[in-house]
Nanobody, 125 residues
Framework: QVQLVESGGGLVQAGGSLRLSCAAS????????MGWFRQALGKEREFVVA????????YYEDSVKGRFTISRDNPKNTVYLQMNSLKAEDTAVYYC??????????????????WGQGTQVTVSS
């Protein structure tokens, strides 16, 4: 079992930055692929980025490439999402998720077994 708690969301102007954190409980955190998803109002939850258990591999959704960076600190059981050059269309609830199985490029939410409660990111234009 893994429990996930996100933090770091908020209101920021377009072009600004935010850093999200996801703190995980459980001794097996380092064995999970970790991902970030987001869900805008009235839209389906969509994949943003994922990172392998070691941190050595990442997979980004095209619209965030070059702007967002995922990283993880396994001894601290934490995964981060640095978001730069934010746009109004990045506004959403951001969710941290953990996947025990499957390739890094498996972007469907159903590939992830554990989810945080989400943190709101609002980008004003």
């Amino acid at each position: 079992q893994v429990q996930l708690v996100e933090s770091g969301g908020g209101l920021v102007q377009a072009g600004g930055s935010l850093r999200l954190s996801c703190a995980a409980s459980g001794r097996t955190f380092s064995s999970y692929t970790m991902g970030w998803f987001r869900q805008a109002l009235g839209k389906e939850r969509e994949f943003v980025v994922a990172i392998s258990w070691s941190g050595g591999n990442t997979y980004y959704e095209d619209s965030v490439k070059g702007r967002f960076t995922i990283s993880r600190d396994n001894p601290k059981n934490t995964v981060y999402l640095q978001m730069n050059s934010l746009k109004a269309e990045d506004t959403a609830v951001y969710y941290c998720a953990a996947a025990q199985f499957g390739p890094l490029g498996a972007t469907g939410p159903f590939n992830y077994q554990y989810w945080g409660q989400g943190t709101q990111v609002t980008v004003s234009s």
